[in-house]
């Protein structure tokens, strides 16, 4: 199969920078608000940040991944002193919780980088975060071109048959427009 450069774009996190100032959030739920900027909902966002305030702990985390079960992961860790359930740390929307998922539909968020045509120079939310928790890097890597027609059309099926055909239209309208926007 033909290998072929593709540019990868994470989002690195310095989490003990972080203040808890929900800008990240604020900026990413305008952005993708429909049409772009017309309104403001931190449960929209595709970046949440876990808080406790008594105990100083800050940590943004990015939408990855649907779930489509719950996991077993109830652990505890203590990372310099500070403790940090394990849900804290996942990037999916999962049934035991309700982050990560638009808060009318119940559909899964994901991150998409702030993607758009033209493209930005970083993300918004590494735009705004001021104390420079998210700090936005590129690199290059040699990958397996692959595109799978079957499991597009499984993918699609598997999200028609869980949120019926008008919920998943609609998605796909919002996501087209918020591109074009
Ligand atoms: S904008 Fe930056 S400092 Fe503010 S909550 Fe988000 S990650 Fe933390
Ligand atoms: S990169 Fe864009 S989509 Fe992802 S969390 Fe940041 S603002 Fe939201």
Not at 92 to 100: E, K
């Amino acid at each position: 199969m033909a290998k072929i450069k593709k540019i990868i774009k994470t989002i690195r996190i310095e989490a003990d920078k972080c203040n808890g100032c929900r800008a990240c959030e604020i900026i990413c739920s305008a952005y993708h608000a429909e049409p772009k900027y017309s309104s403001v909902n931190p449960a929209r966002a595709r970046i949440q940040v876990m808080s406790y305030r008594l105990k100083n702990i800050w940590l943004p985390v990015f939408a990855g991944e649907h779930a489509a079960a719950e996991c077993m992961g109830r652990n505890t860790y203590v990372i310099d002193g500070k403790e940090y359930p394990e849900c804290d740390f996942c990037r999916a929307a999962c049934p035991s919780r309700d982050t990560f998922k638009e808060p009318d539909s119940g559909l899964p968020l994901k991150c998409d980088m702030c993607e758009s045509d033209p493209p930005l120079a970083v993300p918004k939310c590494v735009e705004k975060c001021l104390n420079k928790v998210l700090v936005y890097e590129e690199r290059e890597e040699e990958v397996e071109e692959e595109i799978r027609p079957e499991d597009v059309h499984i993918g699609l099926q598997a999200m028609i048959d869980k949120y019926g055909l008008q919920k998943v239209t609609d998605t796909f309208s919002r996501f087209n427009a918020a591109k074009r926007g």
